[in-house]
Structure formats: structure tokens, C-alpha cells
């Protein structure tokens, strides 16, 4: 993981790894989201604080969900003529989706964080009923604790990110760009995002070195 991006007085950029190694670059693209950087890595100089204040505001989607995925021997519920899709506001266990495939009957859950694998099954069951009792596997993994998705700047339970114009800029002379999905001006958030946001800088950073190579 990175720990610090230094911009020189020559222009280059200096990225200081957790084992101590360094990496030198000419410019430098941040595609991690923006309370990560904010909490994980030290800029110098600075970034300015108007854009500070919108990173740390900034909401990581899905940062503090908990997904799980339960595989059945039968996909019950299509013999139901159920679409497995169910929603709940009551249970820890809250949205529920037909994930299965040609080889795999399962259902994928969204969750609140912290939350097991038996508080799934058996919110589950007071959805669909007793068919949902013996699932052959439970996969489940709580984002809120993934090091690389989640901050220790609480992100609540809070909508899709949203920021301004301010964050889409490049800093440090045109070195320095956030390329994440949090701060797309389209689906922000989303791996849509993610790769709008990816073209735009690639496209941007592109023209700009082609100017400043015309200049030499």
C-alpha cells in the first residue's frame, strides 16, 4: 500500500510504499476512494482545503454493507414461481437477489455490517419460509472491514457519493488526478462510474502530455 505522495521541487512525484520502497513518477493517478486517500495517505504539499472538506464528506457506496451469497442443492424459490427478489427493512439481512447460474441455485444478500452468516439464513427463512433452512454453502463478506474499501472516517449508512467539479481537477501543475468511481459526474460509485471516470482522466492527462511534449 502507499503511504505518502511527495511532489518535488523538479516536478516529479515521489510515492512512498509501506515496506519503505519508493516509486518515482511523472504523474500520479488516485483510483481509491476518497476517504481512503484522505485517511491512509499524507499528500505534500497539501491538497486545498475546500477539496478536503468534499473527500472526507465524500460516501464510499457499499463501504459499510455486508454481502452474502447462500447456494441451494434446488433453486426453491423459481419452483415457487418466485423471482427471489425481496426486500426487508426490519431484519439485518435486507435485500435478496437471484444469483444463480446454469451450474448453481443461489441468492445473493445485501446486509448490514456485522452482520453472520446464521443471522442470514435465518432472516432468509422469515422471508421465504422453511425452504431457505439448509443452504449448501454460505459465502459472506463484511466490507467494513476490508482495509481497502473502508476508512476509519465513518461512513454511515449514507446514499450514493456526490461531489463537485472541485474534485475532478487535476492538482499539483496537472500531476496529480482522483480517478475513482466516488468522484465520476456519472454513476458515481458504480463500476460504470468507475470506468467514465477512467477514460475522462486518461483522455485529459493524455492532452496534456502531448502539450507538454509539443513544448520541448
Known amino acids: 500500500p502507499v503511504t505518502s505522495i511527495n511532489y518535488n521541487d523538479d516536478k516529479s512525484i515521489t510515492v512512498k510504499l509501506h515496506d519503505h520502497h519508493s516509486i518515482m513518477a511523472d504523474y500520479v493517478v488516485l483510483a481509491l476512494p476518497p476517504k481512503l486517500l484522505i485517511s491512509t495517505v499524507q499528500l505534500t504539499p497539501m491538497l486545498p482545503s475546500s477539496l478536503i472538506e468534499q473527500l472526507?464528506?465524500?460516501?464510499?457506496?457499499?463501504?459499510?454493507?455486508?454481502?452474502?451469497?447462500?447456494?441451494?442443492?434446488?433453486?426453491?424459490?423459481?419452483e415457487k414461481k418466485l423471482s427471489g427478489f425481496a426486500v426487508s427493512r426490519q431484519l439485518k439481512a435486507q435485500e435478496w437477489h437471484d444469483a444463480s447460474s446454469a451450474t448453481c441455485n443461489a441468492l445473493f444478500v445485501f446486509c448490514l455490517a456485522n452482520t453472520t452468516k446464521q443471522q442470514v439464513i435465518?432472516?432468509?427463512?422469515k422471508i421465504f419460509?422453511?425452504?431457505?433452512?439448509?443452504p449448501t454453502a454460505v459465502y459472506i463478506t463484511d466490507w467494513s472491514n476490508e482495509a481497502f474499501t473502508s476508512s476509519s472516517i465513518n461512513d454511515g449508512r449514507g446514499g450514493h457519493p456526490h461531489v463537485t467539479d472541485v474534485c475532478r481537477q487535476a492538482y499539483w501543475n496537472g500531476r496529480l488526478w482522483l480517478s475513482s468511481s466516488e468522484v465520476s459526474d456519472t454513476d458515481s460509485g458504480f463500476l460504470e462510474g468507475a470506468v467514465t471516470?477512467?477514460?475522462?482522466?486518461?483522455?485529459q492527462l493524455a492532452e496534456l502530455m502531448f502539450k507538454e511534449k509539443t513544448k520541448s
Request: glycine share 4%; hydrophobic share 40%.
Open 56 to 78: 472526507k464528506k465524500c460516501v464510499t457506496w457499499m463501504a459499510s454493507t455486508c454481502k452474502a451469497v447462500l447456494v441451494y442443492e434446488r433453486a426453491w424459490w423459481r
Open 122 to 125: 435465518d432472516a432468509t427463512i
Open 129 to 134: 419460509g422453511s425452504d431457505a433452512e439448509n
Open 197 to 203: 471516470r477512467g477514460i475522462q482522466v486518461a483522455d
